[in-house]
């Protein structure tokens, strides 16, 4: 959460500093990628509301740098929830 508020504030522009100034995007694609990775093995592993719950918040990351790994993300979410018995609209 604490990284999160920091990339949040970076992005509003408030301290005077960019996003890329604080955290490059690489970094942030790579925390995405590793909380939706945990986010789907709590899912497999039968812990679906926490498992969701990863996986919104990869896709909160994913939107500060990367639209198409957003996209992507959203994409597998979509196949994903189905088959997991989740709604879709459970990482809104």
Not at 26 to 46: K, M, P, R, Y
Not at 64 to 84: C, G, I
Request: hydrophobic share 35%; glycine share 6%.
């Amino acid at each position: 959460n604490q990284v999160y508020a920091r990339i949040c504030s970076s992005t509003s522009g408030s301290n005077g500093t960019s996003l890329s100034d604080s955290f490059p995007s690489h970094e942030i694609e790579w925390l995405a990628t590793a909380l939706w990775n945990q986010g789907v093995t709590n899912i497999i592993n039968g812990n679906k509301t926490l498992g969701a719950s990863w996986c919104k918040k990869s896709m909160q990351f994913a939107s500060f740098t990367n639209e198409r790994l957003e996209k992507q993300l959203s994409d597998l979410w979509t196949a994903l929830a189905p088959t997991a018995n989740l709604e879709i609209s459970a990482i809104e």
